[in-house]
């Protein structure tokens, strides 16, 4: 496998008609990768191929089986894919609507499955390839008002595990990336202080980085990260403590 993991590469960024999704394509093309950029919007990520020549628009609903297979074979054989699809919405299980944490778990874990389900196979054949999954920091413990996200994403960072443990050796590196907030039209929703808040740009260069280092799963931003890292050691009473008191003071 060479070492530069872009450069000449071919990478299929997934989610990336805007936010963390669209500033990672940017970034991908910046280093020297041609890059397919699926999303559901058509006209955001025409929109983006035109101010980026290396990127090439190929709309996509990832809630689609017939879509996904269509999307799988015009995209070829890419040395790399980026799942960074995600739904948000905060919700509370006190006030539970009905078909909105299905809506999220099908963006942000049931399309992974069926993206790579048609891209794993191919890689493990050819002996190589990365596959890098976008988590959350929300995605290791539970919290409150995360019905739906957390769990969708939860899922998500545990199926990097599972491929991580069946592609060892196989030269398919996969890694999974956790930010914390990033500033989007989801993030906007939330009606709570959001420490250290970062912009798509930023924590798209943390997403670069990680995916150059090699690290199977890296969380930013610290300090921030470490309370849901280490906080998976902590009882779960006074790990839901800290959030309540956190909220409380908001």
């Not at 609507?97 to 993206?115: D, S």
Request: glycine residues 10%.
């Amino acid at each position: 496998m060479r070492s530069d993991p872009f450069t000449g590469r071919h990478w299929w960024v997934i989610g990336a008609s805007e936010g963390l999704g669209r500033a990672l394509a940017v970034e991908l093309a910046a280093a020297g990768a041609t890059v397919t950029a699926s999303a559901r919007s058509a006209e955001r990520l025409e929109a983006l191929a035109r101010e980026v020549p290396s990127i090439t628009a190929l709309p996509m609903d990832v809630t689609d089986d017939a879509a996904v297979v269509a999307a799988c074979a015009a995209v070829g054989a890419p040395f790399g894919v980026i799942y960074a699809a995600g739904a948000y919405g905060p919700m509370s299980a006190r006030a539970w609507r009905p078909g909105a944490a299905e809506a999220m778990a099908e963006v942000n874990f049931t399309g992974a499955l069926r993206v790579l389900s048609r891209l794993v196979p191919d890689m493990h054949a050819r002996g190589e390839g990365r596959v890098v999954l976008i988590g959350s920091l929300a995605g290791f413990r539970g919290l409150p008002g995360a019905i739906g996200y957390g769990a969708s994403k939860a899922a998500l960072m545990h199926l990097a595990e599972n491929l991580r443990a069946d592609l060892r050796g196989a030269g398919v590196r996969v890694q999974r990336v956790n930010p914390g907030f990033i500033r989007t039209r989801l993030t906007a929703r939330n009606d709570f202080a959001m420490p250290q808040i970062m912009e798509p740009e930023e924590a798209a260069l943390r997403v670069v980085g990680a995916i150059r280092s090699g690290r199977f799963s890296t969380s930013f931003p610290a300090p921030f990260a470490w309370i849901f890292t280490l906080g998976r050691f902590l009882p779960l009473p006074l790990f839901h403590a800290l959030f309540g008191r956190a909220r409380a003071g908001d």
